[in-house]
């Protein structure tokens, strides 16, 4: 009888639980069905086309490794491996230390620090391919080009810029900061808030001020954001490919190919979409490993406090 | 304290109630088109058409009228036209049918067929077109939008590529606007060093325009595949002048630097040195001698004349590039979508697109119902004889331009000799005709 009272309770308890968390269901199914068409569809799909030689549309033959084989000897996917490690190489640093600095600014308890903010804010949620036809312009080569005329001023010759096979990738570097660093400052913006006031006292009363503040209260406490951002911004930077798509068309002679770029090509203008997804597959794996690699080094999800 | 209406509850509730018949909604498939209200009983097909926009609004403006005839005259087919976006349409089709979701009929271009022809992506047209049909067509055209001998795609309308010039410039330069004429490469040499000298252009070239490097390489009297299209020609002499034009015309700065690299499909968000009047020649369709002058008033639009390297060589003006209406395998209403291509490719219908979307018509009856502005009759008349179509325009046409295009720019920014990049070029493109022809 006690076993059956028990049991009974158990059952009713669990149905009054359904019942108050029946709401969110409805929200998380629509999510979960999203996710996996979407995301997990298409992921597994990657792995059944990488060894494939396929066109999706009228061939379709079984090639083992042989996708993975080839990487070994393309030249294009080594040159566009060197470039996208190239472009993140410069893009972490500048992106991470921008915002911060930025960041710092705009955290001041001054009037007017909303709107530059917001003003910070603006080109991320501009269209890379607006942003990009605006840099195109900005970018010219000719002498009279809107920054050659402003590095004129300075004395500085004339530059090709995206032209130039040396200065591309650092050009479009600098415009992937320009529509990136805002969301970054965000990031950083609620990590300096997050930072409890009470531990700057503590720090004045030592004898700390200034930039000595920043040095051992401020950025100490700001690891775990740093973390994130890093994580997110190098997985963003491996990725990259809009700017690169409208701006130079991956070049001048392949100066600013990208393996998302590589990709791309050998998908939609190649047809050979077995090959796409064999080195998509690659390129998930070098994106998981150095994410690992980050998350360790980095101590990303520890608590500093 | 006044109590809340809604209890978060309450509220939870109602979102998710909406947002699942939202999800829902969406998810089912669209109510077929009513049928007339005179058509009753009367049993439909409906067939999608994918278009790209030639006016603001080509649903109202070009597609309205043309099917309030068809379906007049064919009340049991339901004719649904989707304008799309220029952009990505490749990208799209190939998604499309890669889901077997692809539209019925597909207002293809050219440049992009044979790539779907060789995927079986379009329904070669001979059998479900009589000669009838196409009597109105030019053999060239005809030519344009086949392969090995198949119809794919009659066409509808048809750029006529030429050579246009500023006048203003040309007397500027010390030229006679009226009588000048530039029908070889060393004329257009000397007009490029007086251009230079004004710090104006001489003309634009894309790194990424194949169809340019095409013209260029006939011009020159060449053909860069060869007809059994087993092997190419990029190391044959034409192929190397017609790349050592282009490289000259860079490096002597008479074409803007910047047009040397870009997106493979479009030169987005770069100054029009044309219609700035800063460059004295330019290669324009049809109609341009209208939309330029609209654009700005104070260009002075001189039709040219079409080129060759030297005159020995007979002079070609460009390719025959331009739309028609292919019908896709995909597509579950041939019959239907047969009768609508067969209504859309008669002259008088293709006379009056062309009016409506200002394009110009392919065909010779067809040109009796259009009515084009002078300058774009007199356009038209003196380079569509001289256009050129077969194997150089319909093998690998992507393919090319984008193996092509990064070497062009190795050349033309100096980190290549014109027979390393062509090399270059022969050896991938070689690879790429064996792996697609055998």
């Given at each position: 009888m006690a076993v059956a009272g028990s049991s009974q309770r158990a059952s009713s308890q669990f149905l009054k639980r359904l019942r108050s968390s029946l709401p969110w269901y409805p929200f998380i199914i629509i999510n979960a069905l999203v996710f996996v068409l979407f995301n997990l569809v298409p992921w597994f799909s990657m792995f059944r086309y990488s060894v494939l030689k396929t066109d999706l549309l009228s061939t379709r033959e079984f090639v083992g490794l042989d996708h993975f084989v080839r990487m070994l000897t393309d030249a294009k996917l080594h040159k566009a491996m060197l470039n996208t490690a190239w472009f993140t190489l410069m893009y972490i640093p500048l992106l991470v230390v921008a915002s911060l600095g930025v960041a710092i600014l705009v955290n001041r308890p001054l009037r007017g620090m909303k709107a530059f903010r917001a003003i910070y804010f603006l080109p991320n949620i501009t269209s890379v391919a607006v942003l990009a036809l605006i840099f195109r312009r900005f970018l010219s080569p000719r002498p009279d080009g809107p920054l050659n005329f402003l590095i004129g001023l300075v004395g500085i010759p004339p530059q090709k810029w995206l032209i130039d096979v040396y200065q591309a990738m650092p050009s479009i570097v600098g415009i992937s900061l320009w529509e990136a660093f805002g969301y970054f400052m965000v990031i950083w913006l609620a990590g300096l808030q997050a930072i409890p006031n009470e531990l700057y006292d503590a720090a004045k009363v030592d004898g700390a001020d200034g930039w000595r503040l920043h040095r051992y209260v401020t950025i100490p406490l700001l690891r775990p954001t740093a973390a994130f951002i890093i994580v997110i911004a190098t997985i963003g930077a491996l990725q990259v490919f809009g700017s690169i798509f409208i701006l130079t068309g991956g070049g001048p002679v392949n100066a600013t190919t990208t393996v998302v770029y590589q990709i791309y090509n050998e998908a939609f203008n190649f047809g050979r979409f077995g090959y796409a997804s064999a080195l998509s597959i690659l390129f998930f794996l070098i994106i998981l490993i150095i994410a690992l690699i980050q998350s360790r080094y980095l101590r990303f999800g520890d608590d500093v406090y | 304290m006044k109590q809340s209406v809604l209890s978060r509850r309450q509220f939870l509730q109602l979102s998710a109630g909406v947002t699942v018949t939202s999800a829902l909604a969406a998810c089912v498939a669209p109510a077929a088109p009513a049928a007339d209200s005179g058509d009753a009983g009367m049993e439909t097909t409906t067939i999608d058409v994918w278009a790209y926009p030639r006016t603001e609004n080509d649903g109202d403006i070009v597609y309205g009228p043309l099917n309030e005839g068809f379906h007049a005259a064919h009340p049991d087919i339901m004719v649904q036209v989707e304008v799309q976006p220029w952009g990505g349409r490749r990208e799209k089709l190939y998604a499309a049918a890669a889901a077997g979701e692809a539209p019925d009929i597909w207002d293809a271009t050219t440049d992009t067929v044979p790539a779907y022809i060789t995927k079986g992506v379009i329904l070669g047209l001979d059998d479900l077109l009589t000669a009838d049909d196409l009597a109105d067509y030019h053999a060239a055209e005809i030519d344009a939008a086949s392969l090995d001998g198949v119809l794919y795609m009659p066409l509808?309308?048809?750029?006529?590529n030429g050579i246009a010039y500023n006048g203003g410039l040309l007397s500027e330069l010390g030229y006679d606007p009226a009588t000048a004429s530039f029908q070889t490469w060393d004329e257009l040499y000397a007009l490029g060093e007086r251009a230079a000298e004004q710090n104006w252009y001489l003309e634009s070239l894309s790194t990424f325009s194949w169809g340019g490097f095409l013209v260029t390489v006939h011009e020159a009297?060449?053909?860069?595949?060869?007809d059994d299209r087993?092997?190419?020609?990029?190391?044959?002499q034409p192929v190397i002048d017609a790349l050592t034009r282009w490289v000259k015309e860079f490096q002597e700065g008479w074409v803007p630097l910047e047009y040397a690299i870009g997106s493979v499909d479009e030169q987005g968000g770069l100054p029009d040195y044309w219609l700035s009047l800063e460059q004295v020649t330019a290669r324009r369709e049809d109609a341009a001698c209208v939309q330029d002058v609209e654009a700005n008033p104070d260009l002075e639009y001189v039709i040219g004349h079409a080129r060759s390297m030297d005159s020995s060589i007979t002079a070609v003006s460009g390719i025959v590039s331009g739309q028609g209406w292919a019908i896709t395998s995909q597509s579950d209403a041939v019959d239907a979508a047969v009768t609508w291509v067969k209504y859309m490719i008669m002259p008088e219908q293709v006379g009056t697109r062309a009016n409506l979307a200002g394009t110009t018509p392919v065909g010779n009856k067809s040109k009796e119902v259009w009515n084009p502005a002078p300058c774009t009759a007199e356009y038209v008349n003196r380079f569509g004889p001289l256009l050129f179509a077969g194997v150089d325009t319909n093998t690998l046409w992507q393919e090319s331009k984008v193996v092509a295009g990064p070497q062009f720019q190795a050349a033309v920014l100096g980190q290549a000799t014109v027979e390393e990049a062509l090399e270059t070029i022969k050896t991938e493109i070689d690879a790429l005709l064996l792996e697609q022809y055998g």
């Open positions: - | 509808i309308e048809a750029e006529v009297g060449g053909q860069v595949y060869t087993t092997d190419s020609n990029f190391l044959e």
